[in-house]
């Protein structure tokens, strides 16, 4: 419980939490003081010194930032002594900063210009030191990828240091010595920037020290018009601007006070610029004819007509809005009289919310990641899958300092460097570890009186190390990857899954994790509900000959499924009516493609992990209709007029419907499939989350191919260095991957990311699985 | 949009004047209802050269809206810059920090926009009631004060010159000279100008006993300027709610008690006579100085300081790119323009823009009053009393 | 007499009536409940010789606000050479009682505030727009009226443009600011 403690600021008397610094207080009760190098995102750093406050009793004035409150404590936010020791401080700064705002991309919105304003500078006692129109002498880092270092911009306050540390916990980035007694800030090593690319220090940068390669002379920052919007590239949901300037976005920022605290990742913040991907599909066609909207909507309606409506199916990719993606669903309930429909959230999350009992599958705020006592992540790696999710629990380990992580995984990550308590299971076990988890569980009498609990079984794995941490947790965030709801006996993880969650039900709050960002809208639009159809059966009813017309909504068949079992799918069915925003493998393929708005073209709403409804909001014209509308003209030229007023969201939050309660028995007897020395893990990239999020320059720069993960042992071994090609084979099929060598790899197994244009990992794996045992060879005279 | 007029018999008539017509100064439409050739009832149609510029000024920097004072009343652009400065620097407060200097470059340049917008007025007043030579006359002296004006600022329609904090640069060597010259010679054409109507029987007979506007009327219905002046109300901004340098100057208000087209005619007649005064004042008393306050959070730096010293670059980037933040309040400042007060009653909330600005404009109001005036009077009187209001539909329709 | 003591004098006189009373760069400003402000203006004008109005406007708030409007009410003693302003709230939907029989001068600026606010004088003799044609839809003044075009603009422009050129986006963007929500 919070202690309260009384202080006075400027003569008043206040009321604030013990915990809270002064800065803090201060600014809750609306009291201004100036600060530079605070944030909330990262906490203090006590480098900008201009946070300073006269407390009675102190000889010297203390920075509000660091100091906590005190009992009694008289604080003096405003004096001439404190104007003058900021006024110091930003003459300081001045004497060294270059006079380049003219060409500055920070100017306008410079810190360090408002602080000059602010203080209405008309002096600098120090300007004679240097010469304001000679030579700078700090680095320049042109060599950098994506992000661009101009240390002689730098004021030196740190906070890239602190988000890079405390934030994203990379920590490249340090404030080093470089010659003579001059600091500059430069990644820890001096090599070239190598990292996530997730471009927060140049949010937090005060300056224009940090800045992005990409949005360089672009654009004045007054230039542009601010478009509040929500990501779309992962489930994660982070509310962002788009900055916009004749029709095109030349930057993407957030703001402070967004549920994510201005945080964003590579994609969010770099890769804007798929929206003008030269593989945007601009024109209706109807096997390789482009037609206008009017003759599509015939020729559509004569191609539904002519098939028997049960033998129409569609999938839904869950990256579209919840608009789209109801009215996706009416169509077919209503128009088409059939429940031939799932979407690719079936894939993993469907299957955990399937058996998740109501009681605890409650979609909670990522925020209350970082307050719990213990964080458990289950299945994969969370900083892949969604950053978001990470830096809540870097948030919650490391800046709060509430939180004690435990990472349930084949392999070290990043957010074992918490100082987690690391779980490592064999790829393909992870079974082990959820049945043994729920055993003990048991046996410390969580969960009495529950039916069916007699069932759960242990296993060899030990948790032991673990159980200390949960009795005493009084909160718990449980994360299920994406990557583990994904494997081939997925539904048996979630069953297990569902058993723990039922047996913490009082303390635990379950999040998953997903790479579509509407996942969690495909699920509250019951998708995945149909007795008969699933997506997992899609290639089984292809070939018996069931469907005739498959209709695909955003959903690129390349990006589920090996090619070999796209081919089928494509061979057996007649019409494939794809409705999609970016040129595919699946759009060469599909008879009828009609084009839909990217995110940024339209507005709507996307439903994220958290449960919350967002908002988006067009940005750039585009002059093609949303998907709904052109299915609802759809539906009425087949007879069948749909209401779009049941596509308004009115909730603020979503609830899921899910099972009673109930003990599953699970089935463990799974192997991994196919034989070979190796296992191979079809896994992920941060910088993907589909196909297409690779036409963005910011992702494409990051990471341009997909590669092969490999252990330093194997690839001694086997004679492979950084950047061979390495053909992997399984299940008779085999692919080919540039090589890097991964010193966090277990031996014997091998990792390849998913969603890049080298590569379909799914070739070996087979569609709806990502584990597989393969056979490593080194190609010859690299790719064929 | 008209009022609908019922006809009620069958002397009366419904005549519509403008928007286009040779006598309504600007875009104003006029709608009578006619006994004859008396004036039963009037309305005036404004608002074909609504710009919006009260939404303009809420969505742009204080600085930013300079120009738009220009385009108000543009026969006297310089006042209205004037009454802007004022109006924003009352509302930051630094109303007294502005050098002295500045302030008398303001007089000087308010004094002859006076003179050059009753040349103006009194050129079209007479064209409009038949006196074509007082035109030519009156423009002869108007290119003078023009010539300067393009001296001091470069043009000679919208100067955009008086700055908040100041003026935008000294004036240039020989303005004095000149203004001497003109201030010197300008009382003798005055003389011209009443030689060729005060007593001519025409002018009288078209302008004597036309318009009435009673005191109590012209208080009421909110009149200003020289029109309330010609219906013996005794007040003038710049000596009632002195502002810059009036009070050191030394001037009288011309009053006239006749309440008619005539008496607004003599008070302008006037009041050209007593801005020649105050001109001869001020360059006797003009001292030398900086033209634009130093230091101020609310004022551009010198372009010299931005282009050498980061802090002032840095500075001028927020103040141009953000807006200068203004202190929460809301101020109301009018000044005595030649067409009346115009003042600026401006909401600041704070940020870099005024939340709201009202744009007091005497052409507007005096405008609203003109039904009373005409009730009664034959339609060719209408002429003459569009005259002696002297408005301009930029500040009228703003 | 001075400002201050006309503020006395109108506390006095309408007590609870009164709301707030501030000075701010030697103006007084009082802000009265809606339902007294006629007769504050009378009494001002015919007891303490406020014989002249200077302008009425309205400012916004904008939707949110509990009060949407404030109307602005400048008086001039041309006796005592001061100038008083009166304030009041009101909400959106709420009409005032017109000061046209009290000051003549207030007919064409209430018909404006009417045509730029939708703000509905009760009582006036005639309430129409002035500024804005008569057909207008909407009231430009509002904080909620876009800064380019009007809605029937869009329409207008998606039948009439030339097949593939782009409408460029309907901006409300105000200039530059850092000022956060």
């Known amino acids: 419980m919070e202690k309260k403690v009384k202080i006075k600021i400027n003569g008043k008397e206040f009321e604030v939490d013990s915990e809270k610094s002064i800065l803090q207080a201060a600014r809750e009760n609306g009291i201004y003081i100036p600060a530079i190098c605070y944030s909330d995102r990262f906490g203090a750093i006590g480098a900008c010194r201009i946070c300073a406050v006269e407390i009675a009793g102190m000889k010297k004035p203390m920075l509000s930032c660091a100091a906590k409150v005190k009992d009694g404590m008289e604080v003096t936010t405003n004096s001439p002594a404190l104007d003058q020791l900021r006024r110091e401080i930003i003459y300081e700064w001045d004497t060294f900063h270059p006079l380049q705002c003219g060409v500055c991309d920070k100017s306008?919105?410079?810190?360090?210009?408002?602080?000059?304003?602010?203080?209405?500078?008309?002096?600098?006692?120090?300007?004679?030191?240097?010469?304001?129109?000679?030579?700078?002498?700090?680095?320049?880092?042109?060599?950098?990828?994506?992000?661009?270092?101009?240390?002689?911009?730098?004021?030196?306050?740190?906070?890239?240091?602190?988000?890079?540390?405390?934030?994203?916990?990379?920590?490249?980035?340090?404030?080093?010595?470089?010659?003579?007694?001059?600091?500059?800030?430069?990644?820890?090593?001096?090599?070239?920037?190598?990292?996530?690319?997730?471009?927060?220090?140049?949010?937090?940068?005060?300056?224009?020290?940090?800045?992005?390669?990409?949005?360089?002379?672009?654009?004045?920052?007054?230039?542009?018009?601010?478009?509040?919007?929500?990501?779309?590239?992962?489930?994660?949901?982070?509310?962002?601007?788009?900055?916009?300037?004749?029709?095109?976005?030349?930057?993407?920022?957030?703001e402070e006070y967004t549920p994510n605290m201005a945080n964003l990742c590579n994609l969010g913040r770099f890769n804007y610029s798929v929206s003008k991907s030269d593989r945007l599909i601009k024109d209706y066609s109807l096997n390789s004819k482009t037609l206008n909207q009017e003759a599509m909507l015939l020729e559509l309606s004569q191609i539904l007509k002519n098939t028997p409506k049960e033998k129409i199916f569609g999938i839904s990719g869950a990256r579209e809005t919840h608009e789209d993606n109801l009215a996706f669903k009416m169509f077919f309930n209503n128009t088409l009289s059939n429940n031939n429909i799932d979407s690719l959230s079936s894939t993993h999350i469907g299957k955990l919310y399937k058996y998740l009992p109501q009681s605890v599958n409650t979609l909670y705020d990522f925020s209350d990641i970082s307050d719990a006592n213990l964080i458990i992540c289950f299945g994969g790696d969370i900083a892949n899958e969604m950053p978001r999710i990470d830096w809540s629990i870097t948030r919650g380990a490391k800046l709060l300092k509430t939180s004690k992580v435990i990472s349930a995984y084949w392999k070290d990550t990043k957010i074992d460097t918490l100082g987690s308590i690391p779980l490592r299971y064999e790829p393909g076990r992870e079974l082990d570890f959820l049945t043994s988890f729920a055993f003990a569980l048991k046996s410390e009498g969580y969960g009495a009186g529950l039916d069916g609990l007699d069932s759960l079984t242990g296993s060899e794995f030990d948790v032991s190390s673990i159980m200390e941490e949960v009795k005493k947790a009084s909160n718990i965030a449980f994360i299920v990857c994406q990557e583990a709801l994904e494997r081939s006996n997925?539904?048996?993880?979630?069953?297990?899954?569902?058993?723990?969650?039922?047996?913490?039900?009082?303390?635990?709050?379950?999040?998953?994790?997903?790479?579509?960002?509407?996942?969690?809208?495909?699920?509250?639009?019951?998708?995945?509900?149909?007795?008969?159809?699933?997506?997992?059966?899609?290639?089984?009813?292809a070939k018996e000959g069931k469907i005739e017309t498959l209709i695909l909504l955003n959903a690129d068949l390349f990006s589920f499924l090996s090619d070999n079992e796209a081919k089928i799918v494509r061979d057996s069915v007649k019409n494939i009516v794809l409705f999609d925003t970016f040129e595919s493998k699946t759009s060469l393929i599909a008879n009828a493609i009609v084009p839909v708005p990217f995110f940024t073209s339209q507005s709507g709403t996307f439903i994220n992990a958290e449960g919350r409804v967002n908002k988006i909001n067009k940005a750039i014209e585009c002059n093609v209709p949303c998907a709904w509308e052109f299915l609802f003209k759809l539906s009425t030229n087949l007879g069948y007029n749909l209401s779009s007023a049941k596509l308004q969201l009115k909730d603020k939050k979503i609830t899921l419907n899910g099972p009673a309660d109930k003990i599953y028995t699970i089935n463990t007897n799974s192997s991994v499939k196919g034989d070979g020395e190796f296992v191979f893990i079809a896994n992920y990239s941060k910088f993907r989350t589909s196909v297409y999020s690779g036409y963005g320059e910011g992702a494409k720069l990051a990471q341009s191919q997909s590669v092969l993960h490999i252990s330093k042992e194997d690839a001694q071994r086997i004679g492979l260095n950084d950047g061979d090609i390495a053909n992997i084979e399984a299940n008779g099929a085999s692919i080919a991957l540039p090589v890097k060598i991964d010193e966090q790899m277990p031996k014997s197994v091998l990792a390849a990311q998913l969603w890049f244009e080298n590569t379909n990992p799914y070739n070996i794996t087979g569609g709806f699985n990502n584990l597989v045992r393969a056979n490593l060879t080194k190609a010859q005279g690299g790719l064929k | 949009?008209?009022?609908?007029?019922?006809?009620?018999?069958?002397?009366?008539?419904?005549?519509?004047?403008?928007?286009?017509?040779?006598?309504?100064?600007?875009?104003?439409?006029?709608?009578?209802?006619?006994?004859?050739?008396?004036?039963?009832?009037?309305?005036?149609?404004?608002?074909?050269?609504?710009?919006?510029?009260?939404?303009?000024?809420?969505?742009?920097?204080?600085?930013?809206?300079?120009?738009?004072?220009?385009?108000?009343?543009?026969?006297?652009?310089?006042?209205?810059?004037?009454?802007?400065?004022?109006?924003?620097?009352?509302?930051?407060?630094?109303?007294?920090?502005?050098?002295?200097?500045?302030?008398?470059?303001?007089?000087?340049?308010?004094?002859?926009?006076?003179?050059?917008?009753?040349?103006?007025?009194?050129?079209?007043?007479?064209?409009?009631?038949?006196?074509?030579?007082?035109?030519?006359?009156?423009?002869?002296?108007?290119?003078?004060?023009?010539?300067?004006?393009?001296?001091?600022?470069?043009?000679?329609?919208?100067?955009?010159?008086?700055?908040?904090?100041?003026?935008?640069?000294?004036?240039?060597?020989?303005?004095?000279?000149?203004?001497?010259?003109?201030?010197?010679?300008?009382?003798?054409?005055?003389?011209?100008?009443?030689?060729?109507?005060?007593?001519?029987?025409?002018?009288?007979?078209?302008?004597?006993?036309?318009?009435?506007?009673?005191?109590?009327?012209?208080?009421?219905?909110?009149?200003?300027?020289?029109?309330?002046?010609?219906?013996?109300?005794?007040?003038?901004?710049?000596?009632?709610?002195?502002?810059?340098?009036?009070?050191?100057?030394?001037?009288?208000?011309?009053?006239?008690?006749?309440?008619?087209?005539?008496?607004?005619?003599?008070?302008?007649?006037?009041?050209?006579?007593?801005?020649?005064?105050?001109?001869?004042?001020?360059?006797?008393?003009?001292?030398?100085g900086p033209v634009m306050m130093k230091d101020s959070p609310y004022v551009w730096d010198p372009k010299e300081d931005i282009m050498k010293k980061n802090y002032a670059l840095m500075k001028h980037f927020v103040k141009v790119v953000q807006g200068i933040k203004a202190p929460p309040g809301e101020t109301y400042f009018g000044a005595e323009n030649p067409k009346g007060e115009l003042g600026f009653y401006i909401y600041s909330n704070g940020e870099g823009v005024p939340y709201r600005m009202k744009i007091r404009s005497p052409s507007f109001i005096n405008l609203s009053a003109m039904p009373v005036m005409l009730k009664g009077h034959y339609i060719a009187d209408i002429i003459s009393v569009i005259g002696s209001l002297d408005f301009v539909f930029g500040e009228c329709d703003r | 007499m001075d400002g201050q003591s006309v503020v006395e004098l109108v506390k006095g006189k309408f007590g609870d009536g009164v709301l707030e009373a501030s000075e701010f760069r030697g103006e007084y400003s009082i802000l009265v409940s809606s339902n007294i402000a006629h007769e504050c203006l009378k009494y001002l004008h015919d007891e303490l010789n406020f014989e002249y109005l200077v302008f009425v406007t309205a400012v916004d708030f904008g939707i949110d606000a509990e009060y949407r409007f404030q109307v602005v009410y400048e008086l001039r003693s041309l006796l005592h050479k001061l100038q008083i302003r009166v304030k009041t709230n009101i909400k959106e939907n709420q009409d005032i009682e017109s000061v046209v029989d009290i000051y003549k001068s207030a007919t064409w600026d209430e018909r404006e505030t009417y045509d730029m606010f939708g703000i509905i004088f009760r009582n006036h003799p005639d309430l129409r727009r002035i500024l804005m044609p008569q057909d207008w839809t909407g009231y430009p003044l509002r904080k909620d009226y876009p800064l380019k075009g009007r809605p029937e603009d869009d329409d207008w422009l998606d039948k009439h443009l030339p097949l593939g050129q782009l409408k460029r986006p309907r901006h409300t963007r105000k200039p530059f600011s850092l000022v956060q929500k």
Not at chain 1, 134 to 142: A, F, L, N, R
Not at chain 1, 214 to 231: G, I, Q, S
Not at chain 2, 23 to 42: A, C, N, P, Q, W
Not at chain 2, 214 to 224: P, R, T, V, Y
């Open chain 1, 108 to 254: 306008g919105e410079c810190e360090l210009q408002n602080i000059n304003y602010e203080f209405n500078i008309t002096e600098n006692p120090k300007e004679a030191q240097t010469d304001p129109l000679s030579i700078p002498q700090g680095t320049i880092h042109y060599e950098w990828k994506i992000i661009h270092h101009d240390a002689n911009l730098c004021i030196q306050c740190r906070r890239c240091v602190a988000v890079c540390d405390k934030v994203v916990n990379f920590g490249i980035l340090a404030l080093v010595k470089k010659d003579g007694d001059r600091k500059e800030i430069d990644t820890k090593d001096g090599k070239p920037l190598d990292c996530e690319f997730c471009g927060q220090c140049v949010s937090v940068c005060p300056t224009g020290a940090m800045s992005s390669k990409l949005f360089k002379y672009k654009a004045r920052a007054w230039e542009m018009e601010k478009v509040p919007t929500t990501c779309g590239f992962c489930s994660s949901g982070c509310q962002m601007d788009l900055n916009v300037k004749n029709n095109e976005i030349l930057r993407v920022t957030s």
């Open chain 1, 490 to 541: 997925g539904e048996e993880i979630a069953k297990a899954v569902s058993n723990i969650a039922l047996l913490l039900k009082d303390k635990i709050k379950v999040y998953a994790s997903s790479k579509y960002n509407n996942a969690f809208g495909a699920l509250y639009n019951n998708y995945g509900s149909s007795n008969e159809f699933s997506i997992q059966r899609l290639l089984e009813f």
């Open chain 2, 1 to 288: 949009m008209n009022k609908t007029y019922v006809v009620e018999n069958e002397r009366e008539v419904i005549v519509n004047m403008g928007p286009q017509h040779p006598s309504t100064h600007g875009v104003l439409r006029f709608v009578v209802k006619l006994d004859g050739e008396k004036i039963v009832e009037s309305d005036p149609d404004v608002g074909y050269l609504h710009r919006g510029f009260e939404k303009f000024a809420e969505n742009m920097t204080y600085q930013q809206f300079m120009p738009f004072t220009d385009r108000l009343d543009y026969l006297a652009s310089m006042n209205n810059n004037f009454a802007y400065a004022m109006a924003v620097e009352k509302l930051l407060g630094i109303s007294s920090q502005i050098p002295k200097r500045a302030e008398y470059i303001r007089v000087i340049m308010a004094e002859l926009g006076r003179i050059a917008s009753h040349l103006v007025w009194l050129a079209t007043h007479a064209l409009d009631i038949g006196a074509m030579t007082v035109f030519l006359y009156c423009f002869r002296e108007r290119e003078y004060i023009l010539d300067m004006y393009e001296m001091a600022c470069g043009n000679r329609l919208t100067y955009n010159y008086i700055r908040i904090g100041g003026v935008a640069r000294d004036l240039p060597d020989g303005f004095l000279d000149k203004l001497k010259e003109f201030v010197k010679l300008f009382p003798s054409k005055v003389k011209e100008y009443h030689t060729l109507l005060s007593k001519n029987r025409i002018w009288l007979k078209r302008t004597k006993g036309i318009g009435y506007i009673s005191k109590q009327d012209a208080i009421n219905w909110g009149i200003a300027g020289p029109c309330t002046r010609g219906s013996g109300i005794d007040w003038d901004l710049r000596r009632d709610m002195p502002y810059s340098v009036y009070p050191e100057l030394d001037f009288e208000i011309p009053v006239y008690h006749n309440c008619d087209v005539y008496d607004r005619y003599l008070v302008r007649m006037d009041e050209m006579i007593q801005s020649n005064r105050i001109l001869e004042q001020c360059i006797e008393k003009i001292p030398d």
